[in-house]
């Protein structure tokens, strides 16, 4: 038995060395599997991929379809006006060649008939050839001046009709193409609430968070129990905007308090110029110009607030911009440079008025300062007729500031004027000793105004009011009855370190 061991013991030794084998095999073919399924998933990630890259290509593909058939759509708009301008031009070289052969023919019968006709004259009147054929020629030739001069008034009249209708044609292609809409009201902006809960915090207790919206503002804050908005009324765009603005932030968390209220207006109107530089980026993109100087830039955005008649200046250049750029193409002048001259036309309006005269002529020094070429500067200062117009496209400036002043809807008078009305009673009540601050609302009816502190003392407050209400009633147009609050507030702020 004992001598069976060795074989025993070398039996074990295969067993084990077989039972590693197989589970050497085994996990060979897991590790296999799992190459093999991660292979897969690669290959359907790939598969994804490519399926994603390929469907892109093909709207890369479309869009570039599209935009050359816009292109090619645009090139055949040209070539056919270039074509009817060529032809106009055609016909007109035939008619100036017809006319001089026609001239030509006519001094020869001229020549022939004089010699017959002086000879017989001549022999008539017993006088010398040359003295008839001088009387002769002085009538033929007043005779063929008359005629050349009805056949030049006949070709003047048929080609001013011709170009009457294609000017007409060129004008409606222009508007045809432009779509905007017409001026709204200037005076109120409607905020939605998200809750009619928030209207007891917007009010606050005693009305103070609404007195002190308005004071931080400038702008009535109208809250009506039976709807669900608010809103806001002011002549001034600017604090309209920045009262919405800062409404919608405080409505958004529902924390309506004096504290935040001055923070976020004060947030909200240091914004204001990045506002001006979106709107300004925005309007150059519009109207596919390129990009301006900084200072030009900053002009523009500027306007987006500014309106003239009840039209926004800024969307009155962008328009303008498209008109001019759509009059050029159709008459062969560069559009480009039109529609630049036609989007700065009215910067001048941006420059503050104790540094202007015109804002023509403030608008094209602003211009040339920039490095805006002469066409262009020309084309700004000559946009009213203060200056002649030294190039085509400055009088396809002039066109196209007028359609689109002039387009139905475009501009109401009355707002402009009611806005100036406000403008100026701010600036004579600002004009009193102590004032710091002169709020016009309820359509002037309503007369804030807040003093400096440390100059105006409560003693006088009484005094400083009645004489701004007696100061309205002598210099104001202001319809019906005018309040005068003057609000006088010390702040002590400490801080501890």
Known sequence: MIEDWPALLLVLVLLLACL???VLVLVAR???????AQAREDVASLKDEIQSRAVEADRRTVRLDDERSRLESDRARLADASARVEQLVARLDTRTETLRVQESELAAQRAAHEARVAEDLAQLAGTTVADARARLADALA???ARDVESRLRRSERRLRTESAARAREILTTAVERLAVPTSSQLSVTVVPLPSPDLKGPIIGRDGRNIKAFEALTGVNLIVDESDDHVQLSSFDAERREIAQQSLERMLADGRINLERMERVV??????AAERSRDSARSAI???RIRPLHPDLEEHIGR???R???GQVVQQHLVESALLARTIAAEIGADAEVAARAAFLHDVGKAVPSGERGSHARAGAELAARCGESDVVVNAIAAHHGEVEAESVEAVVVQIADAISASRPGARREDAETH????EALERAVAAHPGVARALALSSGHDVRVVVEPDVVGDDELTSLAERIASAISETQAVPGEVRVTVVRELRATATAG
């Open 20 to 22: 590693v084998a197989l």
């Open 266 to 271: 004060a947030t909200v109107t240091a914004e």
């Open 303 to 305: 306007l987006r607030l």
């Open 30 to 36: 897991r590790e296999a599997a799992a190459v093999r």
């Open 142 to 144: 007043d005779q063929a």
């Open 419 to 422: 806005v100036e009305r406000l």
């Open 285 to 287: 993109d519009e109207a």
């Open 307 to 309: 309106t003239s008649y």
